[in-house]
């Protein structure tokens, strides 16, 4: 396996019972094709000979901040420019404390104060020392700085007692590092998706919209983002914090998204449909607040166009996934949409269920497409939106694309 080749993990070791895993976790790294280096703090050495490492890696071991014949291979400052990734298992509550001080006075911590890589934490000590508000206050300092907190476990300690302080076993600690190197699926891909209801004006005050919040368009904004891709989110009115990097493009009618859709689709990759837009809007939107005078009022209402079939039938087309939300029939609702509308895949749910659909956290969803379909189970619309994106990502992958 070679998930790693031509990565350079530098592996501190700080001294704690858990050293002795950290030279597992070397082996894993190695295994995965990465270059690994060593550098133990003073401390590390009472669990653990250099030796080890040196044997795993076939490299010097880096312990002393002025070490002759370390600094032959290559000095602090050269490690820290080398590394892609310095991470610390054991980080022992004394070098937490030491990084979030920013203090210096050992090679691991010059070294981490050095480097401009990301940096990895993976905490391992008692549960009383883990659990105290110090040790808490500077992994909050260390996290407000961006370094990655992995763990601790919880469990049975080697002090004999059991809480979270455990690090975590060297096969979990791979994983991360395999995700946090591994190109996002929707890598270089730009991704649009409509989110919300819209808002069709009768006057300048009154209006006809749904009951969308938009959650299930703003979960999959950060989902598609996690997977790598640069997205563009068209919004109707909500009350949602804005994901990540997204770029994003407010409208109110149906109208006004047609027109932020059709004037940022070029170079759309994927184009994901989850707005609730109005089907219809008021005929006529009187300039005035309208007056109430007789007992009935009629209001006439007219099509809106359909953005995500204007946006299928264009000669460019990018790759197009529908919503559909129907109270029975789904499947053959949902494949009559699919071909009607020319999409590539449908993401169909039941509204009327409780808890399920309009504004609510948790969903479930019938996702079809030409060949296959796939259900998923109600979950949080964050899990909902990570595994539909995750369905899009391999569809797209595959088709002509
Ligand atoms: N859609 C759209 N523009 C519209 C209407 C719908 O882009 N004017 C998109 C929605 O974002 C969704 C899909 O089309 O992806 C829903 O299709 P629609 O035919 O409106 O289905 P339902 O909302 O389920 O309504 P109905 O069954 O009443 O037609």
Redesign the pocket.
Known sequence: MTDLLNKNILLGVSGGIAAYKAAELCRLLIKQGASVRVVMSPAAEEFIRPLTFHALTGHAVYVELFDAEASNAMDHIELARWADLLLIAPATADTLAKLAQGYADNLLLTIALATESQIALAPAMNQQMYQKQATQDNLKTLASRSLLLWGPDEGEQACGESGPGRMLEPGHLLQKVLALFKPGRLQGLNVMI?AGPTREAIDPVRYISNRSSGKMGYALAEAAINAGAKVTLVSGPVCLPVPGSAQLLTCQS?DD??QQVLSHINGIDIFI???????YRPQQQAADKIKKSADEMTLKLVR????????SSLEQRPFC??????TADLET?ARI?LQQ?RLDV?AANWVHEKHSGFDVDENALSVFWAQGERQLERQSKTVIAAQLVDIIADLFHSASH
Do not use: R, Y
């Open positions: 409509t149906a998204m047609l449909a989850s707005a609730a837009v109005a089907d809106n166009p359909d953005v995500l079939a204007t946006v996934v529908g919503f559909a939300a129907e609702h949409k509308k449908i």
